[in-house]
């Protein structure tokens, strides 16, 4: 299943901007616990003016507040604990003014669930816990912006792109075993593509021999189909697979204007995820592939030199498809003469999402084996799992899934939906 917005399989529903009115807040939410609090405060920061107004409190305080003051312009509500979700957001319908844009959160986790919330009652989406500043903002950004989901998000695989702020600080072993843990682990479709043709690692890294058609797909983007369906990725396992080449050193590659974008394009209608091991070098194929990613991934050591390059990166502007900023991963703590987490988050005036202690035996052993390193470490899997629910959380809804009976609803406002359960209801 390609990862997609839960917007379902005829995209978003095209949200009707009214005209501005100062008495109407412009986001409110109601939620019951502070992980999510900070997942929505983390996912909306910059897309509004102000901080997100989040009050603590399921849909009953919502509805409450509802009947005594105007109606959001966007309310997220939390029916985590609700013995009936779908009674108390027709109560709440009945309250809010008839554009409102609510957007759901909750413990439920299925299809059905998602499909009765969005479908069934018209709310604009549903996001299930735990939610993640990157989940936050890849579902609910669009909206909050005016404009839905973004049709990046409905069609088509994930694509990730890990780099180290500097050489040697070990981003092509996550985006490794990121990569192995997606596929081989949680059985995505997943492709690892290393664009370093001369001196990559990710084939090294799985004991592969490098396959012969990713040079010239970047040389020659018309007949990139092709090359992707009979030669260029190979297996490392039914669900995992490695793009990369071992081209000779004396031999400078002709790279063609556009050709990562046709190529990332054809690899998302294939996976579900792309992961892109991507060192930040001042070159044309680097460079777009950092720019067209979906979420990107910093890498550093704690070391005063990486805090310097990783305020360089972060100052680099967003890519069109990216609503967040990078995610930080802190490798190696604890190395002899390194840097506190502290004194790293003190110095680049911002938290670092995935921590990774220093692990050079397990690290050392497994890459000499052609193994992933996570089979040989507790801790560093227990990493990569973290970093995968921070940059891969999954939709709900299968974009490929025929349409149920309830699709009739889509288009109709929320405000009609509830109005009408709630008459059924009674």
Partial sequence: MPDGSASGPSGP????????????????????????????QAGL??????????????IRAAYAAMQKSATPRILVVDITGEDQPLKALGDLAAVVEPDVCVL?????????????????????????????RDSVARHFGGFVLGRGPSSEAVLGGRVLTVTGVRGGV???????????YLGATLRHHTVLLDPDLYRGTAAFLFNLQAGAGLRTALEYPERIDALLAERAAVPATDRLHVLAGEERLNV???????AAERLVESLRKRYNFVIGDVPFVPVPLHRDLLDIAHQRVLVLEPTLADMRDTLRLLALPAGP??????????????????????QVEDGLKV?????IPDLPRQLRQAANLGEPAIAASAVFRRAITELARQVASLALLDPTAPEGPAAAARGRSWFSLGRASTRKAA
């Fill in 13 to 40: 529903r095209p949200i009707q901007v009214g005209p501005i009115r100062h008495d109407r807040p412009n986001l409110q939410g109601f939620i019951t616990d502070a992980e999510s609090e900070a997942a929505l």
């Fill in 45 to 58: 920061a910059g897309l509004l003016p102000e901080a997100a107004d989040l009050r603590r409190g399921g």
């Fill in 104 to 132: 759901v959160i909750g413990e439920h986790d299925s299809t059905d669930f998602y499909r009765e919330i969005t479908r069934g009652l018209g709310a604009a989406d549903y996001l299930a816990k735990p939610l993640t």
């Fill in 170 to 180: 070990g981003a092509s072993t996550i985006a490794a075993n990121l990569a192995w």
């Fill in 252 to 258: 400078p590659l002709a790279y063609a204007p556009a």
């Fill in 321 to 342: 498809r990216q609503t967040q900023n990078a995610v930080l991963v802190l490798n190696r703590l604890g190395v002899s003469g390194g840097l506190s987490r502290r």
């Fill in 351 to 355: 938290k670092v999402d995935v921590v």
